[in-house]
């Protein structure tokens, strides 16, 4: 299966491309693209360009240039309609390390409150993946800290947790001080996930510095 074009035109970050693309066929800007060559399974053009930053395609300054060409030419920040458990563009920024992506679709509306995957807010996935400064901007812009996910029923601050001990290497960025943040605006460190858990029994001995914060 060939991408569309201007899924090649993303992919070579061509913003002169897109929106020429764009300025002859607005529909594009809210017209699915596939995963990729191999998987069809499509999704709103501003939940892909959070995909490529997460395959390292381009940067995340590149993806928010391209993001706000596709909102400049009317794309929906939301993405298609809000379904409960189906990400929105700014649940997939946060999911995707899509940092400065997550800021422009805060900076032009996006419902902040959104539970996606596994009804996880972009708080939560931005607390798991340890991006503090998404998780100071949504603090600011007004997000639920103690907002429980519907499949978990966990906090922010224990997704926070998880994420420091059990999202790998790979995962692991500013999770410490996403917690710091979380317990300074007020998140409660007592709220348990669905089977009695509170965040610090997560924790062993190894942990010290986030069982510190815990205590």
């Known amino acids: 299966m060939r991408l569309p074009v201007i899924q ?3 992919a070579r970050v061509d913003y002169e491309g897109i929106r020429k693309l764009l300025a002859q066929n607005p529909t594009l800007a809210n017209e699915g693209l596939p995963a990729d060559e191999m998987n069809p399974i499509k999704a709103h053009p501003l939940h892909r360009i959070c995909d490529g930053v997460f395959a390292k395609t381009y940067t995340d300054e590149q993806a928010a240039a391209m993001a706000k060409i596709f909102l400049e030419h009317k794309a929906n920040v939301n993405g298609y309609v809000l379904i409960e458990g189906k990400d929105s563009p700014l649940t997939a920024a946060a999911s995707l390390h899509a940092d400065e992506v997550a800021f422009l679709y805060i900076e032009y509306g996006a419902d902040i409150h959104h539970p996606g995957c596994h009804g996880g807010t972009a708080l939560h996935w931005a607390a798991w993946c340890g991006r503090d400064r ?5 603090l600011q812009a007004g997000a639920d800290i103690n907002k429980r996910c519907f499949e978990y029923t966990s906090t922010p601050l224990v997704w926070a947790v998880h994420g420091y001990k059990f999202g790998g290497r790979e995962n ?7 917690a710091r943040m979380l317990l300074q605006a007020g998140a409660d460190k007592n709220i348990p996930n669905k089977e009695g858990y509170k965040p610090v029994q997560f924790l062993e001995a190894e942990d010290a510095d986030m069982m510190a914060l815990l205590a």
């Not at 998404?134 to 949504?138: F, T």
Request: proline share 0%.
């Open 134 to 138: 998404l998780v100071q901007r949504l």
């Open 172 to 178: 692991r960025h500013h999770q410490l001080e996403c």
């Open 8 to 10: 090649q035109l993303m």
